[in-house]
């Protein structure tokens, strides 16, 4: 049971993931989320960083409740979330954003998916009429381009 709270919240967090980032990443927060669009940030922090913090309580705060509590459920789901921003991490700042030079030669149809579908999403730098706010779930069409410019 405690495996499938890690992976329900573990996928879960895409939704969560996406609303966020659309209403308030791109909403009442954007003063905060803007440098990583327009790239006005000087060095390598972003004000967009202070988002892991940000996420990070509450997470911090389910894993000691859970703890205390003789790991319940709230241990759990903080782990799930937990192994989220670990993959968001990896995969947004280290593969897509390239802040460590590693994965970048990759021919896999899917991290091609994401890489794409991000680029699409920076490519707005205003937080109006933006796309692809998603993470891990990639519409159909970034596979689509992949496999096309692949035939030729």
Same mark, same amino acid.
């Given at each position: ?20 980032? &659309? ?8 003063? $905060? ?19 892991? $913090? ?44 390239? #802040?460590?030079?590693? $994965? ?7 991290? $091609?998916?994401?890489? #794409? ?30 496999? &096309? &410019?692949?035939?030729?």
């Amino acid at each position: 049971m405690n495996f499938l709270i890690v992976i329900i919240t573990f996928f879960t967090m895409e939704g969560i993931t996406w609303c966020i980032h &659309k209403y308030v990443m791109h909403g009442f927060m954007w003063f $905060l989320h803007r440098d990583h669009h327009d790239h006005s940030n000087e060095g390598h922090i972003e004000c967009n960083d202070y988002f892991f $913090l940000i996420f990070a309580i509450p997470t911090i705060v389910l894993m000691y409740f859970g703890t205390i509590n003789g790991f319940n459920e709230y241990f759990y789901i903080a782990l799930g979330i937990t192994l989220y921003g670990m993959s968001y991490f990896f995969v947004h700042d280290i593969f897509i954003h390239q #802040r460590f030079k590693i $994965l970048r030669n990759t021919q896999n149809p899917y991290l $091609l998916a994401i890489r #794409r579908a991000h680029k699409q999403h920076h490519k707005h730098t205003g937080k109006e009429h933006g796309e692809c706010y998603g993470f891990l779930w990639v519409p159909v069409k970034y596979f689509k381009m992949f496999f &096309k &410019k692949n035939k030729k």
